[in-house]
């Protein structure tokens, strides 16, 4: 026979923020705490705590912590977004959330025609490079500026070819 799963009981209006917090998430092998409730398209928890919606990994750290100082920011060592293990959670500014974020090579580059405005194609940049007229010449055929066509054959624009 099949196991059902029991519900969890139900969080009292009066309960603690503590409650609330181990209520809405659970523990995982690696560590991490992951919020199980409400969270938004980028995969933060957030959870409204005495009239204001906060974003849960920052209320765990506040909670954990206290206040948060002005200008700087909670950054996770974890790199998952729904985490709220006090843990995984350091402060830093933006400048170093960036900074990290390079240098786990997480940053999405769009270049060529992975960017969704981009006109010319890989194909089009190599016979714009083979080209031997002038970009004047040139840019009517692609529907870009001269600028552009100038810009590819001195390889300032498309470098990734």
Not at 73 to 100: K, M, Q, S, W
Not at 133 to 140: D, E, K, M
Request: with cysteine; charged share 20%.
């Amino acid at each position: 026979m099949a196991t059902r799963k029991l519900p969890r009981p139900r969080l009292s209006h009066k309960s603690t923020l503590a409650q609330r917090l181990a209520y809405y998430s659970q523990p995982q092998p690696n560590g991490c705490r992951l919020w199980i409730a409400a969270r938004n398209p980028k995969g933060y928890g957030h959870l409204k705590w005495e009239g204001v919606v906060w974003q849960a990994h920052r209320l765990s750290w506040t909670h954990t912590n206290g206040p948060i100082p002005d200008g700087m920011e909670v950054l996770h060592r974890c790199d998952t977004p729904p985490c709220i293990e006090p843990a995984c959670l350091f402060l830093g500014t933006n400048y170093d959330n960036v900074r990290d974020r390079v240098g786990k090579q997480r940053s999405v580059r769009l270049a060529g025609e992975r960017n969704g405005r981009a006109i010319l194609t890989a194909a089009d940049v190599l016979a714009i490079r083979a080209d031997s007229r002038g970009p004047s010449a040139i840019a009517p055929k692609y529907g870009v500026s001269a600028v552009l066509i100038s810009r590819i054959k001195h390889r300032k624009a498309w470098t990734h070819i």
